[in-house]
């Protein structure tokens, strides 16, 4: 339930409709918006008797939310939700900035790690990102360095400033994966894992939370709560393709499912290209679709050699097939109204 506050109400009187909501045994998550503050509810609406609410002084109108999720929802919070990440000040998804995280699927070793930082931060790149436990398919496949990877990534975050991005897969390694990184990544294999969203909720760091291979938004937008219910208020989703009937792209971009978000969440939405379309050469158009449909960032995978690589090089791009694909991106982010950051030291 929302319940919509009078314009200029005084704070006594947003205070009273707060202790009326919490003394029926709600929540009250208060939304300052430029023109109202909403009141949205959380908990057995029915013991909050609509009737004596209405009465309250500041209170224009109360909306029940029928969606199943709350938190998330663009009811709730009147303003999009803008994510610092890191310390860095100005690195924030969510606002302006197109913001593109970029960097090799796992981990793989020292050298080729902090290489690829230097790059992708010359061609734009804001954030670090680099899988230490990797979700493989095969169990006798690379399963990523752990946490001397998760050394790796906090020595390049040092080294460039990036803030860094990487997955945990085990609730169990909530706490270790948070001491390293600044965005914890839920992959699209744990999209449901309630227990693991539950567990990154607990924690004070941003998360990415990744759309499952045959989630819906829906689905998607109730994962998200999880995290908000649990008070970590820090999510951005990931749109990065679902498994469908076609097998000439590894999964299918759902371009839509970008715009429908923006409406649906007051979240900020990704999209990760590389996973989507699954091959190089499919990268680049796929990103400029997902910038043009309204995405706040991007999540790239480069790699120095990506015939080499470990996990995912069909689909990662090598240093300059990324410089490309920035000086595109930027191209189309500015033809919709965003800035993706250009700053000292980058190379044209
Ligand atoms: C990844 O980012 O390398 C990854 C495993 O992604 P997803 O969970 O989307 O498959
Ligand atoms: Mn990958």
Not at 20 to 42: D, F, K, M, N, P
Not at 181 to 206: C, H, K, T
Not at 267 to 294: C, F, I, M, Q, Y
């Amino acid at each position: 339930m929302i319940i919509v506050t009078t314009p200029g109400i005084t704070p006594d009187a947003l205070d009273r409709i707060v202790e009326h909501v919490e003394q029926a045994g709600l929540r009250a998550h208060v939304s300052r918006g430029a023109q109202r503050t909403i009141v949205g509810c959380i908990g057995e609406e029915s013991r909050l008797g609509e009737h004596g609410l209405t009465q309250l002084e500041g209170v224009e109108r109360v909306i029940p939310v029928l969606k199943p999720y709350k938190l998330a929802s663009r009811e709730f919070s009147v303003a999009n939700t803008a994510i610092h990440l890191g310390d860095v000040a100005d690195t924030v998804v969510g606002g302006q900035d197109l913001v593109v995280m970029a960097g090799p699927c796992s981990v793989e070793g020292r050298e080729m790690l902090l290489a690829t930082a230097d790059a992708v931060q010359a061609a734009g790149a804001r954030v670090l990102r680099g899988g230490a436990f990797k979700p493989r398919s095969s169990p006798y496949a690379f399963q990523g360095m752990g946490e001397a990877g998760l050394e790796l990534l906090a020595e390049a975050r040092t080294r460039t400033g990036m803030p860094v991005v990487t997955e945990v897969m085990d609730p169990r390694q909530v706490e270790l994966v948070a001491r390293y990184a600044d965005v914890l990544q839920i992959g699209a294999r744990n999209m449901q894992n309630f227990a693991l969203l539950s567990e990154v909720g607990r924690v004070q760091r941003p998360v990415l939370l990744k759309r499952g291979l045959s989630g819906t938004i829906t689905e998607l937008l109730m994962a998200a709560e999880y995290v908000l219910a649990q008070g970590n208020g820090d999510v951005m989703l990931c749109e990065r393709g679902i498994r469908t009937y076609e097998t000439a792209t590894r999964n299918t971009l759902d371009v839509a499912a970008i715009p429908v978000l923006k409406r649906e969440t007051h979240l900020p939405v990704l999209v990760d290209p590389s996973h989507a379309g699954g091959r190089a050469h499919l990268v680049t158009p796929l990103a400029l679709a997902a910038v043009a449909a309204g995405a706040d960032g991007l999540i790239v995978e480069v790699h120095p050699d990506p015939a080499h690589a470990l996990s995912d090089g069909e689909q990662s791009l090598e240093y300059g097939a990324f410089g490309e694909m920035m000086t595109q991106v930027r191209a189309v982010a500015e033809a919709v109204g965003r800035r993706c950051g250009w700053r000292e030291g980058m190379l044209a």
